[in-house]
């Protein structure tokens, strides 16, 4: 047979697609065989939903920026498991206006005599760029991340940048001087624009600032949520809780068909978004708290709080067996577990199983071709 060649030449390097070896169906074909294996004793696992387009899917972009050791600058992604930046010009998973604005960004950066971030001597001028293009309104937001707040001449900078790619609607300066792995800092400056971008999904306004998680792949995640909501099924009357609920992008979708909804977080720069987009959507039947998920699902269990459908979107971590517990004693007709983490999804059906619940429905959605990992749906019945 003859070998298949991922059309990229830092593949091996980088080791940020997993799967470049495999043409794309070949991946699918994978997947499924790794989620039949994981879940398949939980019932039957539909066939996996692939991307019609695996290329240039990723909205969210973040370059790392050096020197090599002949002092050029260079841009690219830290190779797997390392500190070394491999030099990146075009990547075949990201956007491609997100690629050659870093690219436009680095070659400015010598116009305009700015350094590098040094991590080891903690000096230096520009550390990361972060770039999110919202696919559904083509706003594009850029993040200049430095190790300083002191930036010479970024008006002209700005300028200089916007006259290449006007298509930029924004551009924010994040100061991050901490030795640590986080790309962003806690202090930001606005240097154009509005400071957010603002994207639809599925007929809904979301706004995103440079912190706010939202999913990386627009078209796969209209499909994820446009499957989970289908297994919710949910009525008019129904109301619904929606956990680890992030900038409330679900419950918000879930919003237009439920009597009400209940929006939980414990982060609250994610809650303080999710009710901007609340109002950016003028609903009036979705309520939300800053609490721990788990701790609020157990206090409206005592109270005997009547929840319809319980949505639910983990880290990939998994759930807690605290938090499960709290569902089960919630006693909604349906939960719907919305997964990055086919392992530990395994492990926290089977507890649902043993307690009180069936699985329904199991649906793989590929939201990260050329890589590991698989999104799974599940719908669990009381």
């Known amino acids: 047979m003859k070998e298949y060649k991922f059309p990229c030449p830092v593949a091996k390097k980088c080791g940020g697609c997993q799967l470049t070896n495999m043409p794309y169906?070949?991946?699918?074909?994978?997947?499924?065989?790794?989620?039949?294996?994981?879940?398949?004793?939980?019932?039957?696992?539909?066939?996996?939903?692939?991307?019609?387009?695996?290329?240039?899917?990723?909205?969210?972009?973040?370059?790392?920026?050096?020197?090599?050791?002949g002092g050029m600058i260079i841009s690219g992604v830290y190779q797997s498991s390392t500190h070394n930046i491999v030099k990146v010009d075009s990547c075949l998973i990201e956007d491609e206006k997100a690629d050659r604005i870093i690219v436009t960004i680095r070659e400015l950066l010598k116009s305009f005599k700015l350094t590098v971030y040094n991590d080891r001597t903690g000096t230096g001028f520009l550390r990361h760029v972060l770039i999110k293009r919202a696919f559904g309104t083509g706003e594009i937001m850029v993040v200049l991340v430095t190790g300083t707040a002191e930036f010479k001449s970024k008006n002209n900078f700005c300028k200089a940048l916007l006259k290449e790619h006007p298509e930029i609607t924004t551009i924010v300066q994040n100061i991050n001087n901490n030795f640590t792995s986080?790309?962003?800092?806690?202090?930001?400056i606005v240097l154009y624009g509005d400071g957010y971008i603002v994207d639809e999904l599925l007929g809904y306004k979301f706004r995103i600032s440079p912190k706010a998680f939202y999913q990386v792949n627009y078209k796969g995640?209209?499909?994820?949520?446009?499957?989970?909501?289908?297994?919710?099924?949910i009525s008019e009357n129904d109301v619904v809780i929606d956990a680890y609920s992030g900038v409330g992008t679900i419950g918000i979708i879930a919003s237009g068909k439920a009597k009400s909804v209940i929006s939980v977080e414990l982060n609250k720069d994610a809650v303080k978004d999710a009710k901007i987009n609340a109002d950016l959507n003028k609903l009036k039947n979705i309520r939300f708290f800053c609490a721990d998920a788990t701790e609020f699902l157990l206090a409206?269990?005592?109270?005997?709080?009547?929840?319809?459908?319980?949505?639910?979107?983990?880290?990939?971590?998994?759930?807690?067996?605290?938090?499960?517990?709290?569902?089960?004693?919630?006693?909604?007709?349906?939960?719907?577990?919305?997964?990055?983490?086919?392992?530990?999804?395994?492990?926290?059906?089977?507890?649902?199983?043993?307690?009180?619940?069936?699985?329904?429905?199991?649906?793989?959605?590929?939201?990260?071709?050329?890589?590991?990992?698989?999104?799974?749906v599940v719908l669990l019945s009381k």
């Open 182 to 188: 986080l790309v962003l800092g806690d202090r930001q």
């Open 300 to 376: 409206a269990a005592e109270e005997n709080e009547k929840i319809d459908v319980v949505m639910m979107d983990p880290p990939r971590a998994g759930s807690t067996v605290a938090f499960m517990k709290s569902v089960c004693k919630l006693s909604p007709k349906k939960v719907v577990y919305i997964s990055c983490n086919p392992e530990t999804l395994a492990r926290d059906l089977l507890y649902f199983s043993r307690n009180g619940y069936k699985v329904k429905k199991i649906q793989p959605v590929d939201m990260f071709p050329h890589t590991k990992h698989i999104e799974t």
């Open 25 to 69: 169906e070949q991946q699918l074909k994978y997947k499924q065989t790794t989620e039949i294996k994981l879940l398949g004793s939980f019932g039957h696992v539909d066939e996996i939903i692939g991307i019609e387009s695996p290329f240039h899917y990723r909205n969210k972009v973040q370059a790392a920026f050096g020197k090599t050791k």
């Open 221 to 233: 995640t209209e499909i994820l949520y446009g499957k989970a909501l289908e297994f919710a099924d």
